[in-house]
């Protein structure tokens, strides 16, 4: 975005011949100082927004308080709030009818917990992780029947895939070759060529059951940025050596899923649903896709709620994350790569997207953006240290600067597809880089308010964020604030 970056680089100077209380020096700590003081000035403006929480905790956040609950314990993502997080704030900001809508829907967590309190419900997802998660989900709503858990139990309790020969390999991607034992590799390979024989419906809870494993039968780890390798794997020579424990079989972990499956299908406190109440199955409706091309397709004032946690400005790679998933779905070199780009940037290795190419009714969200005095601080503080060679990756700058960017656009769209006076309620965390600490609450709502929202409270977890110990070793130990911001359109 060459012009949108000359923007930017005439509005720093303009900030720094304006405002010296903001000048950033390259790299040193009076830079640091001086973002310091840029945030504290922006922070002061949302001092009577902001709301300690107790009730909020970080397992109420994540995908921790989820493991109780039927579905949702199934499948763990845990990039994922919990249900009962979006029940307690629907309930609280007083959303009782109508059309929820959530652009990240990841596995459908807010879609799901909406449509069990009688609403609609309307989400995008990129990731075919989340879309087949989804989609089972809507399949056991709507299509289960006393059969089909007859034929699951009948899986778990004989093992029909053991009897399967000359089964076709699986898909495999460069960063998951070697991720399963060969024995555990062959019985997957069986299993997925047995489940072609079922019911449609029989075969996407099976693909689901099997999806819910792979990480325990492989020698991966989930780690954010990346797959973490056991030593097992032969793939750590010269490494620092990686201990999972136990890696489980695949008959032992397939059938320890299905029996939880068919345990809550089977549930007398759940006779015609997965939950332990009557209600009307959720109607929902997702939108494949990527977040920005998909918004702005959406009608006008159309939802009464957003309930979100969008991708967090921390350098995680979803697509390495779930790379094990995405193959057994089908995802080739060439998918992976285009999954990558097409997420909001979030990881080093997103290209910077032309947004007015994409959308040109967006110039307000990058002036919102490009006149935001902290951002530019944090960007200019980070784009010298990369021409220093002081950062660990020099990506980090451009993926900060189009989180932000794309950010405001995805902001600037929620305001237009809300109804007036409509909530929108969104988890997310701080991050720091290089020992510049990025308020992401605050640039955030700093948009929103440009942007059509009003800023009605930014709610604050009891327990703050720890930063990483690479960085608590060289900037000292201050923690990071959680928040969940609740917005209201003007």
């Known amino acids: 975005m060459p012009v949108l970056q000359a923007r930017s680089k005439l509005l720093f100077e303009e900030i ?5 209380s903001v000048v950033v020096k390259t790299g040193d700590s009076l830079a640091l100082e001086k973002i310091v ?22 397992s109420l956040v994540s995908f921790q ?11 763990k993502y845990k990039e994922a ?35 069990e309190l009688g609403l609609r419900a309307e989400g995008i997802e990129l990731l075919p992780i989340g879309q087949q998660v989804i989609s089972t989900k809507q399949t056991i709503d709507w299509a289960i029947t006393d059969k089909d858990v007859k034929a699951l139990s009948h899986w778990k309790n004989k093992l029909p895939w053991q009897k399967i020969q000359d089964a076709p390999l699986i898909n495999e991607l460069r960063i998951t070759k070697g991720a399963y034992p060969a024995k555990t590799k062959a019985l997957l390979e069986q299993y997925l060529a047995a489940l072609k024989t079922e019911s449609p419906s029989v075969r996407k ?37 990686f201990d999972k424990g136990k890696i489980l079989t695949f008959d032992e972990a397939i059938c320890g899923k299905l029996n939880e499956i068919v345990a809550d299908l089977e549930s007398e406190s759940t006779p015609t649903t997965l939950f332990a109440t009557e209600r009307a199955r959720a109607e929902i409706v997702l939108h494949s896709g990527s977040c920005l091309k998909i918004l702005p397709t959406l009608a006008t004032n159309s939802f009464e709620a957003i309930v979100t946690s969008p991708p967090y400005c921390n350098r995680y790679d979803y697509t390495r994350t779930y790379a094990l998933e995405l193959a057994i779905l089908g995802v080739d070199e060439e998918g992976l790569v285009a999954l990558r780009q097409e997420m909001l940037s979030c990881t080093v290795e997103n290209r910077a997207k032309d947004l007015l190419a994409m959308n040109d009714k967006w110039e307000d969200a990058i002036a919102a953006a490009d006149d935001h005095q902290l951002l530019q601080a944090i960007l200019s503080y980070l784009n ?48 720091r880089y290089a020992g510049a600490c990025v308020s992401v609450d605050v640039i955030l709502s700093d948009f929103a308010s440009a942007l059509g929202f009003e800023v009605e409270k930014i709610l604050v977890l009891p327990n703050n964020k720890g930063n990483s110990s690479q960085q608590m070793g060289l900037h000292g130990r201050d923690t990071l604030r959680k928040c969940v911001y609740i917005w209201r359109k003007k």
């Open 16 to 20: 720094e011949a304006s405002s010296p």
């Open 37 to 58: 003081e840029c945030n504290t000035l922006h922070e002061s403006r949302y001092q009577d927004k902001f709301v300690r929480r107790d009730t909020l905790s970080r």
């Open 65 to 75: 308080a989820n493991k109780e609950r039927p579905f949702y314990r199934w499948f």
């Open 81 to 115: 709030f919990s249900a009962t997080l979006v029940e307690c704030m629907l309930d609280e900001f007083g959303v009782k009818q109508g059309t929820l809508f959530d652009p990240f829907a990841g596995i459908g967590t807010a879609l799901f917990a909406a449509g």
């Open 205 to 241: 809870v099976l693909l689901f059951a099997v999806l819910s494993i792979l990480e325990r039968i492989s020698f991966t780890r989930k780690d954010g940025q990346y797959l973490r390798w056991d030593y097992r794997s032969g793939r750590c020579a010269g490494k620092k050596q």
């Open 384 to 431: 010298d240290l990369r021409e220093a060679n002081q950062l660990n990756n020099s990506g980090i700058p451009r993926m900060v600067r189009g989180y932000f960017y794309e950010m405001a656009c995805v902001v600037a769209e929620c305001a237009r597809v809300l109804k007036p006076g409509a909530p929108l309620i969104m988890v997310n965390d701080n991050v």
